[in-house]
């Protein structure tokens, strides 16, 4: 630790000899104390991979298919022998639609198998009410990662150009004449054009409940008169639909004039690209690394996966929950498991405490957050139960005339039926959305819910090994964190059962979203060394920072070892991060998160307790007047 850089840069101070040494690995963007969590957790799960292809004994049935997809992912020279033959079954669907009615009569087939059409139907839960699901409509994704890129025509001409260049070597790999290319890739990328005035940006789509638009079945069939929308999501769901949630009612207004007979021969070239670079990692190794090396450039990895782990990820990829609770019930188990959900508790009643002694709500509005508080479903570990389609895949093999495509479009026909017979139905809460072996956490506002996967559950942000005061400042703060996220300017606005229901007065919201203000300017514009933060599109995970921070540290302030040095220390160490160039200016325009060093830095200038402990004066780098501290939670 550098005593010296203490007052000046905290961050710096605080991992100066990590920073030094750690090396980003080469098929990483990144290099962080999440990565170094996940790149353990990757050599544990890969090692079983290899022991469990040795000796299945003792195997559930669903670990077996997974071992079994894995024989099939890592036969690299079967993949190499069948080439692009097994892509054929994708693009003869692709090439054998000759107008917008044989789309219409395709898009079923499509969706189910999940061959990427320009629009899409999927079924989640009800805004309104989060105890049924509904069917909701969006547009696909651009080729830039965001609208911003498209506006500035210097960086639009280079991406454009690097994506070409690209897309151009896969699909020649493909087997596509120089001619065929050319075609393919003008007409995909004028396609791509029009949709760029009706998507949303990063930050239009960070502010989530603004995708939330119903629409009645009578006035999507009034408004989309080129395709018959509703009868094929009513095909879809196998039921009459009264309504569709529209993710972006600008892409809905402009249907007809994008999806046309006149822009036909555009669609169909972008979907014959856009599922070649989709499907590629599933074919020859030369293949499968050319589709991937655009997305590689943008984040500034150097180099693709090695074909040993990028197999492990094909077949983990399709049982992740399945490898994942094994992995939770191993190395995680029942005891450890109700030790942390008891530290979960901790931290809410530390919350409630915050809440209850709040100056600036009223007692209504506190009563209804305390009563959301009290609502709050906590899982730690991993899950009671997993998806059920898991039980419904059946591997193949190549030598039964198999091969990874085939196997991919029967799985994803499996989870799309699946999800589509959700319609109309009550969710099943139970149901994870990540598998316990992923270092991350999450809060779930339709339902409530926090969820904090055995892989995170260990050092630097959690060890019995640790002191209390660095387990809060690791854990303990990513906790709160979550929690905070059921009162952020998103998570806000829903209820106690997650619906979305505004509890609050209206001097109260004014006076929170005055508050989520000064934390959008606090942020706004802070430089990070390579470029400057969007305090708007960061403000719900600086929100939730925030509280995070200041409940933990409160709760770490109870117990009678309660150390601010350590406390301090662990919440900068566990934002500890190396990245390309490339990838730090791609966070800085599409993650919502902080740029790390801010999220060490910035927040614990933010806390009086760090100012007064280390003496923080006005000529010092960290210090931050009193009149610009926020604190909402």
């Not at 920073?19 to 957790?41: C, K, N």
């Not at 080129?226 to 569709?244: P, R």
């Not at 991350?440 to 959690?462: E, S």
């Amino acid at each position: 630790m550098k005593k010296e850089l203490i007052k000046q840069n905290y961050y710096q101070s605080v991992n100066n000899s990590w920073l030094e040494q750690a090396v980003i690995p080469g098929d990483q963007p990144t290099i962080s104390a999440f990565i170094e969590l996940h790149l353990g957790i990757e050599k544990t799960l890969m090692d079983l991979a290899k022991k469990w292809e040795l000796d299945p004994t003792g195997l559930n049935e669903n670990l077996k298919k997974f071992i079994k997809l894995y024989q099939m992912t890592k036969d690299f020279d079967k993949r190499n022998e069948l080439g692009v033959k097994p892509f054929n079954v994708v693009l003869n669907k692709i090439k054998g639609l000759k107008n917008l009615k044989d789309f219409e009569q395709a898009f079923k087939d499509l969706t189910l198998e999940s061959i990427e059409t320009p629009f899409s139907v999927g079924v989640s839960q009800d805004f309104m009410n989060s105890n049924i699901q509904v069917l909701y409509f969006g547009a696909s994704s651009l080729y830039l990662p965001d609208t911003s890129y498209y506006k500035d025509e210097t960086t639009k001409a280079q991406l454009i150009g690097l994506f070409s260049q690209t897309t151009s070597a896969l699909l020649k790999l493909y087997g596509f004449s120089d001619e065929e290319t050319s075609k393919l890739l003008t007409e995909a990328l004028a396609f791509d054009a029009l949709l760029v005035p009706v998507t949303k940006s990063s930050v239009e789509a960070a502010d989530y409940v603004k995708m939330y638009n119903p629409v009645k079945n009578e006035d999507v069939r009034k408004q989309i008169k080129n395709f018959n929308l509703m009868d094929q999501a009513e095909g879809l769901v196998k039921q009459e639909v009264d309504q569709l949630i529209v993710m972006n009612l600008d892409f809905l207004n402009a249907f007809d004039t994008i999806i046309n007979e006149t822009n036909f021969k555009l669609i169909k070239s972008w979907m014959i690209v856009t599922n070649a670079i989709g499907f590629a990692s599933d074919l020859s190794d030369e293949i499968r690394i050319a589709g991937g090396a655009f997305s590689r450039a943008l984040a500034g990895i150097q180099e693709a996966q090695s074909q040993e782990k990028s197999a492990f990820y094909q077949a983990y990829n399709k049982f992740s929950q399945v490898v994942g609770l094994y992995y939770g019930e191993t190395y995680f188990g029942p005891v450890a498991k109700e030790d942390v959900k008891k530290m979960v508790h901790e931290m809410i009643g530390v919350y409630q405490e915050r809440i209850s002694h709040n100056d600036w709500l009223n007692e209504a509005t506190k009563q209804r957050a305390l009563k959301k508080l009290n609502n709050l479903s906590v899982h730690v570990g991993y899950p009671d139960e997993l998806p059920p389609h898991y039980d419904r895949f059946k591997v193949g093999s190549y030598d039964k005339g198999s091969n990874l495509i085939l196997e991919r479009l029967s799985m994803n026909r499996i989870v799309n039926e699946e999800n589509f017979m959700k319609f109309n139905k009550a969710p099943n809460k139970n149901i994870w959305e990540m598998p316990a072996s992923m270092v991350n956490a999450y809060y779930n506002p339709l339902n409530n819910q926090i969820v904090f996967p055995a892989a995170i559950l260990q050092r630097p942000y959690y060890s019995l090994e640790q002191t209390p005061s660095e387990n809060y400042g690791g854990i303990g703060a990513v906790m709160a964190h979550e929690i905070s996220h059921a009162f952020d300017n998103n998570g806000a606005k829903f209820d106690e059962n997650g619906s979305l229901f505004n509890w609050w007065t209206e001097k109260d919201l004014e006076a929170f979203n005055t508050k989520a203000q000064d934390m959008i300017k606090l942020f706004d514009g802070v430089e990070t060394g390579y470029g400057q933060c969007n305090g708007q599109l960061t403000v719900s995970e600086n929100i939730a920072d925030s509280g995070g921070l200041r409940c933990a540290l409160e709760a770490s302030k109870k117990d009678s070892s309660h150390n601010y040095d350590e406390f301090f220390k662990n919440w900068a160490r566990v934002w500890r991060q190396k990245s390309s160039k490339e990838y730090n200016q791609l966070l800085l325009t599409v993650d919502v998160h902080g740029p790390s060093i801010l999220r060490a830095n910035l927040q614990l200038s933010n806390l009086p307790e760090f100012q007064k402990f280390y003496q923080i004066e006005e000529t010092d780098a960290m210090f931050l007047p009193k009149e610009k501290m926020v604190s909402i939670w």
